[in-house]
């Protein structure tokens, strides 16, 4: 027999967990496609996708028969012996994108470890070990650990945990291309690599313009530095392309990919051209779980799905929709948000009252939704949503709206 010992009762008031999150107390029991419900049988519309994570909702039973039948074969070997199941997930992401090579992790934020020591070891090889310092840009979200957190740059989130990792230096992603040029130029013999989201998420949904993207090209071609992309919430299809980068033309050396990799299997990758991963031979980079059976025969389906001829096309037609839906309730509540952002599914409503007063209006309207940098709503619906999903959503942030009117 399993014993129970240890199990106590939810409903005692204090958590064993880390106080690190501010949570809702909302306890969701299970969910299919869009939705989820609670353990009380209320329906909510899902437009969170736990963060830009679950692009084909809940319970897709195409990718739940993956994960299925790769639980019934193996789970895991470690990365001592060949995975067939790597080689073809690094083959096909490499064959949709610039990329040439695969490292695969578990998470975001040791997507962009990987790409830091690529970058660095990339300079030391050639003997240039003082071209070590990582470019990145205020109001960019890495991630959590140490060196992804100096990248990060939000003092909010660096507070306590000092000292900060030397080695990364942030520029206002708002500075003029010429002034921006001017600082770069005065230390690229120390820039290793410059990091950057096509899309700022965390940040706000913030989009980069392409001039801003081609200038990085150029600079990093013109002085031997790497240029990364940080699409590990732009990636897989949340903008409309598989990889936002494609938006614009610009290619990067390293690209992070994680959130919607997995449809919420943990997974995290950073993929790179021949040259830039160059330097990574045996015993540079490893772990233990990255590449893992169930992650790559998930990862795989994912790709499976998002490839589907025309399902990227028609995801844009109804995101479209919903920008335009947006822009309606936008006009029409003034007093209360301003015109959307974004692109593709990765949207956002500056709101002019303080944006948790209006996730919360759209949370008892059953609509989820989550916050951002800049007092920003951001809306993250599942990537094949329909339109009846969308009129659902547009008719509860109205309400939410008005429930808000003064
Ligand atoms: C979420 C996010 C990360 C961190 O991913 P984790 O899986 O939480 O470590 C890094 N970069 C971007 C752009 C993200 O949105």
Redesign the pocket.
């Known amino acids: 027999m399993l014993s129970n010992r240890g199990a106590v009762m939810l409903s005692s008031n204090y958590s064993h967990l880390y106080n690190s999150y501010a949570r809702i107390p909302l306890n969701f029991t299970h969910g299919q496609g869009a939705y989820v419900y609670t353990d009380t049988a209320e329906e909510y519309l899902d437009f969170t996708s736990g ?2 994570v679950t692009g084909f909702g809940h319970a897709h039973p195409y990718i739940n028969e993956a994960l299925e039948q790769q639980a019934k074969k193996l789970w895991h070997l470690s990365n001592l012996f060949t995975i067939e199941l790597q080689e073809k997930l690094a083959s096909r992401l490499c064959a949709i994108s610039f990329a040439d090579k695969v490292f695969f992790a ?7 470890e990987c790409a830091i020591k690529t970058a660095r070891r990339y300079h030391f090889i050639q003997g240039n070990s003082e071209k070590n310092t990582i470019v990145s840009f205020c109001g ?6 140490l060196a ?1 957190l100096a990248a ?1 740059g939000n003092k909010k989130y660096l507070e306590g945990f000092a000292p900060k990792a030397p080695g990364f230096v942030q520029f206002s992603p708002q500075l003029p291309i010429a002034e921006l040029e001017q600082q770069l130029q005065a230390m690229h013999n120390n820039i290793a690599a410059i990091l950057i ?1 096509p899309i ?3 940040g706000g949904v913030n989009v980069i313009p392409d001039s801003m993207l081609q200038f990085l090209r150029r600079f990093c071609d013109a002085n031997n530095c790497l240029l990364i992309f ?5 990636g897989i299809g949340r903008t409309g392309q598989v990889f936002a980068y494609q938006h614009s033309g610009v290619k990067p050396d390293l690209m ?1 990919l ?2 919607g990799l997995g449809n919420g299997f ?1 997974i ?1 990758a950073c993929l790179g051209t021949e040259k830039a991963a160059s330097a990574m031979t045996p015993g540079t980079h490893g772990s233990t779980f990255g590449g893992n059976l169930l992650a790559m025969a998930v990862a795989n389906a994912v790709l499976d799905l998002i490839l589907q001829p025309d399902f990227l096309a028609q995801s844009t037609e109804i995101s479209n929709l919903l920008y335009k839906e947006l822009s309606k309730i936008a006009n029409k509540h003034s007093a209360i948000i301003e015109a959307p952002l974004g692109r593709g599914f990765l949207l956002g409503l500056k709101a002019k009252i303080p944006n948790e007063k209006l996730i919360t209006a759209c949370r008892n309207n059953k609509l989820l939704t989550l916050g951002g940098g800049n007092n920003v709503m951001r809306i993250l619906p599942p990537l094949n949503i329909t339109k009846e999903h969308v009129e659902q959503a547009a008719q509860k942030l109205d309400k939410a709206c008005t429930d808000l009117q003064p």
């Open positions: 963060i830009a578990n998470s975001g934020t040791e997507a962009v960019a979200f890495h991630g959590r650990t992804a990060t989201e700022q998420g965390e940080d699409e590990v919430q732009t992070c994680a959130k943990p995290g």
